[in-house]
């Protein structure tokens, strides 16, 4: 067999840039004069000990202890030949390689070419797309937001509805059957081997260094008996486990942000959508849940090495969606990074918030998130009547493991002050509990639980009449009623007081981010705009707030009473701030300095309190 010469191999790897391929798989920051550093693809780590230093060519861990030059890191990753992996480098030069003896190029492995029946398949369905067949997913496209251009940008293209359209095609271009049944481009039956894609609209998926490994196809027309989304099967080139779409286009905006941030979505659409809408870190996985393989990649492309990146994961807001979330949250320990969870508003996904209300409302998601330790914990106390004793004690419970599962000790006390007002519990005896649940060893069973388990019901629909019957929850509901219905007639800098400090009752807690969060709340329409920005499952319970007549016998007595419950709440939170000064007071010398400072903060809250009471 033919081989390159020595001469031509030595000249790609001098011209190759090793920083530039390692960094389509890994992101890499400097660690020193000539060195870069990142996680290392080849094992997994928390911390970066993969290093490249790009002026001599060579990549070492010294962690798992791979290294290599530029030929061996692409042979280990994509697993083709040294050959191959010399002719994939070239091929991105633009360097013409030559062969012992004049001999012609030598035979590719098969891997390379599932490579390109993929690639010769992508360009076969993106013609088709601009046929007169395609009309119908033209049609889907556009009424989906997405013009030529969009289809364009991500490959999109359309599966002719006969047998073996695409099998003559890419058998007159040389490939032979078995290369497209090993691809999963072809199926066989007893009418014989046919396309696997018919009559459907089709994205190209690419893996992270841009190259076309399988496919997503979506039906459109009726009779088609087949699932709604048909992926490529499994093959040597495409594991559906480790694959996510768009990372390809996402991977430079990811490892070039600040802070690096991912969003994972649940679809093509919703990438597609999230894209175009400003979101370039977007991505979906493949036809499978988001598992431990996707963390892997994500962490690489990420960087993620530290708690400063984010991931996003955005879910439907019915049923189903909870539980995607409720799921990830099982694998969200794996990441450095901050996780958060974002639940689009009237429950839409990325695709039908933007063609409902437009690119700024996708963007908006982002403001929306709440973190998934959050999101956890009020799935939890969900199940229990937090207006009994023992509601709250089983609450307490049920939720103290998973603050006990918050590594971050700076933010572990802050999620136990959390539940210890949303429960209206002492925060020692939350702090307890907490810690008895880390002492046990056993907390992290949680994360399988609460991705298994169903609560009664699934996700309660939240209500007025499903809210606590304690004094705390009425007056959070009376001063939210107040504040939504009569909020622009009192005293402005008084309400944004009032709110700006968590309730003890989860469900009203998410619509007071919200309205605390309102800019000009004098303008006209500003509480139907924050009722709309409540996420679900809240967002009823927010109508119903803003809709339920208020309990006042004129205009003017209902602005009075709502100026009223603002002061409420303020000394509420005046008294809770004594209650904590005293608590530390007892534990620091009273002729200390720190003693002296907390009593005379202590005189303060006296005089505000006793200047609100009053008013």
Known sequence: MPRIRQADVDEVKARTNIADIVGERVALKSAGVGSLKGLCPFHDEKS???????????????????????????RAM?????TEAVERLAGRLGYPLHYEDGGSAPETSGRSRLYAANTA??????????????????????????????????????????????????????????????????????????????????????????QTIGFGARKLFDDDQGPKYLNTPETPIYKKAQVLYGLDLAKRDISRGDPRRVVVVEGYTDVMACHLAGITTAIATCGTAFGGDHIKVLRRVMGDDNASGEVVFTFDGDEAGQKAALRAFTEDDRFNAQTFVAVAPDGLDPCDLRLQRGDAAVRGLMEAKVPMFEFAIDRRLAGYDLATVEGRVGALRAAAPIVAEIRDQLLRPGYERVLARRLGMDPTEVRTEVERAARGGGHSAVRRELASAEAPGGIPTVTLRSLPRTADAALERDALMGALQYGHQVEQELLSSALAHEFRTPALEAVRQTVAAAGDRTRHGWATDAVNGVREPYRSLAGELLMTPFPAKNEEGAVASATDLARRLIVRRIEQDKFELSSALQRVPADSDGGRALRMRLRDLDVERQRFAES
């Open 48 to 74: 970066p000990s993969f290093h490249v230093r790009p002026q001599v060519g060579y990549y070492h861990c010294f962690g798992c202890g791979e290294s290599g030059d530029v030929y061996s890191f692409l």
């Open 78 to 82: 994509d697993h083709v030949s040294f």
């Open 121 to 210: 398949a992508a360009e076969f369905f993106r013609a088709q797309l601009l046929s007169p067949e395609a009309e119908i997913g033209r049609r889907f496209l556009g009424e989906r937001g997405f013009d030529a251009g969009a289809a364009a940008h991500f490959g999109v293209g359309f599966a002719p509805r006969g047998w073996d359209g695409m099998l003559k095609a890419l058998t007159a271009q040389g490939f032979t059957r078995d290369e497209l049944s090993a691809a999963g481009l072809v199926s066989t039956g007893q009418r014989g081997v046919y396309d696997r894609f018919r009559g459907r609209l089709v994205w190209p998926i690419r893996d992270v260094s841009g």
